[in-house]
């Protein structure tokens, strides 16, 4: 029970893009910055666009040390270095279109954490470095801190031996970057529809487009949009619409302390080849990761906390960070953020059917590389719709 004037005016677009996240965001803007006369919509199943979007650490992370070189021994190095770029342009995008201020960013340092475990990739340095040094301008992309550094960190020196400076890593602001995010889309003329869950979508075929249908509750039957092209931005979620995808869920857990009063430390860190990070938020500690104790159970979009990686997060906090009894240690809030993972670490941008186009996969680099990604996903969704001269 539609009326004429819904239709007519409310259920055709130019594009839909189902996922109001990073991605999808940064999709919708590309295409408005093309042409500010295109109609584009942002469907988001929930309130807010919850999976690692709103939900990361705010880490605007390249990759530490030891990452990378794990991905040359899986990927080899040139499939590396593209992708350090690309996590490189992809910030430098963000950086340039909300401004840094608004997106709380800030270099206060970022280290990655040396354990006699990692040791051997001080071994490794130069080697990295020569490798990075183009798309860094000649500069050496991490730096070995003198153990002075270390010292005022106040960290377990039994544990940890070195630390690592990227020099081209900062941090920002999740909430903010997201709500700026937002900001500039409505602002650019993007609608944005929350709590409007697409069902099923089909590709019509040539000029006819695409369609999406979304369950209206009100009316108790689907609602059908149209568009030239639909673009699927729902990362870890993807599998719900298109089963057998190589889109893997990886949950990430997060805590964070009440404010501590003379912490010794600033900036962003890593360790367990980034499986691991924290950082200093408002006096307080920020502190995630540990997928890789728990690989299967974690492979799940469920939102639900893992009490064996919660365990080992407080007693990283306690015997690593702080030198501080657990008891002591005071959570303010715990949350979990949905990632996703495939056989390589390379987005999936590409086309599904002649009308939609995916952006999923981000490897949890969304952050990093989210905004290059859905420029990407845009100009893909342009073709063949560009305007006539």
């Known amino acids: 029970m539609l009326s004429y004037w819904e239709t007519q005016s409310l259920l055709n677009y130019d594009y839909i893009i189902i996922g109001s996240g990073i991605v999808g965001l940064s999709t919708a803007i590309s295409l408005k910055e093309e042409n500010d006369k295109h109609r584009v919509v942002v469907m988001e199943r929930d309130i807010l666009p919850t999976g690692a979007s709103t939900k990361n650490a705010g880490f605007a992370c390249i990759g530490s040390l030891t990452e990378i070189l794990d991905d040359i021994k899986t990927m080899g190095k040139e499939t590396s270095v593209e992708l350090v770029k690309t996590r490189l342009q992809g ?27 990692e040791i051997h990739a001080l071994d490794h340095l130069k080697e ?7 798309i860094f301008n000649g500069k050496d992309a991490f730096t070995l801190c003198p ?18 400076q990227n020099n081209f890593e900062g941090e920002i602001n999740t909430g903010k970057m997201m709500s700026s ?12 529809l929350s709590n409007c869950k697409v069902e099923k979508f089909e590709d019509l075929g040539g000029e006819k487009g695409a369609q999406v249908s979304v369950f209206n509750q ?15 931005c ?3 979620f993807t599998g719900s619409l298109i089963p057998n995808i190589d889109v893997i869920p990886g949950r990430g857990q997060v805590v964070v ?6 912490l010794k430390f600033k900036g962003i860190y890593h360790f367990d080849e980034g499986y691991y990070y924290f950082r200093v938020i408002d006096d307080r500690i920020l502190f995630g990761g540990g997928r890789n104790l728990d690989f299967e159970k974690e492979k799940t979009s469920q939102f639900q906390f893992n009490q064996k990686i919660q365990d080992k997060l407080l007693y990283y906090l306690s015997n690593l960070i702080l030198g501080v009894k657990q008891e002591d240690i005071k959570i303010a809030q715990r949350w979990v953020g949905i990632m996703a993972f495939g056989k390589d670490k390379k987005p999936i941008i590409e086309y599904h059917s002649p009308n939609i186009v995916l952006g999923v996969r981000m490897g949890g680099m969304g952050v990093a590389i989210g905004s290059l990604v859905g420029q990407k996903v845009a100009s893909l969704c342009l073709i063949n719709n560009r305007p006539s001269l």
């Open 181 to 192: 995010l937002i900001s500039h889309a409505n602002r650019m003329g993007v609608e944005i």
């Open 147 to 164: 153990h002075e550094l270390l010292n005022q960190t106040g960290f377990n020196e039994n544990y940890v031996r070195h630390l690592i």
């Open 257 to 262: 302390t009440e404010p501590i009063p003379n």
């Open 218 to 232: 009100t009316l108790g039957h689907d609602v059908t949009f149209r568009c030239k092209k639909l673009a699927i």
């Open 91 to 117: 910030l430098k995008l963000l950086r340039e279109r909300l401004g840094d201020a608004n997106i709380g960013y800030k270099e206060n340092g970022s280290y990655e954490v040396i354990s006699d475990r």
């Open 234 to 236: 729902t990362n870890a």
């Open 128 to 134: 990295v470095n020569d490798l990075l040094r183009p």
